[in-house]
């Protein structure tokens, strides 16, 4: 059953991240109500490609979650330090939106929950086999 929940977590946290970085890809800033110059415009795509590619890294996990403690864990790592990022810019502009709350839950709480609940999933089963 641990298993199953952990699938569906994985499940969620991937399609967040490819629904974000698909529409930050294909909208750029207008996605955020931001000014569209080049260089920030393209930016923008780039990371947000790079943050679908992430979901989809993630998707890859779940027939075999148990074995993949290398990705997800290198996965959250990247996603906590880009979570760091948005927390520190609270000190700058410090009125948050809905939209970037529920990212740092994703980022700060919910991912590196996922971490932990694939760890003990791992664990679990290395002392089946």
């Known amino acids: 059953?641990?298993?199953?929940?952990?699938?569906?977590a994985i499940a969620f946290a991937a399609i967040v991240l490819i629904g974000a970085g698909t529409a930050g890809a294909l909208l750029g800033v207008d996605l955020i109500h931001g000014r569209n110059g080049?260089?920030?415009?393209?930016?923008?795509?780039?990371?947000?490609?790079?943050t679908a590619a992430m979901g989809v890294m993630f998707a890859?996990?779940?027939?075999?979650i148990e074995t993949h403690h290398e990705?997800?864990?290198?996965?959250?790592?990247?996603i906590f330090i880009?979570?760091?990022?948005?927390?520190?810019?609270?000190s700058v502009r410090p009125t948050p939106t809905v939209g970037t709350l529920f990212m740092l839950f994703m980022e700060l709480v919910f991912v590196p929950l996922l971490w932990l609940g694939q760890r003990h999933i791992a664990r679990k089963a290395a002392s089946l086999s």
Not at 1 to 8: F, H
Not at 60 to 64: F, K
Not at 71 to 78: A, H, N, P, Q, Y
Not at 82 to 90: D, I, P, S, W
């Open 82 to 90: 880009g979570g760091l990022a948005h927390l520190y810019t609270f």
């Open 71 to 78: 990705r997800i864990g290198t996965l959250s790592f990247l």
């Open 38 to 50: 080049g260089l920030v415009d393209s930016y923008f795509r780039y990371l947000s490609a790079m």
């Open 60 to 64: 890859m996990t779940i027939p075999h």
């Open 1 to 8: 059953m641990e298993r199953i929940v952990l699938q569906a």
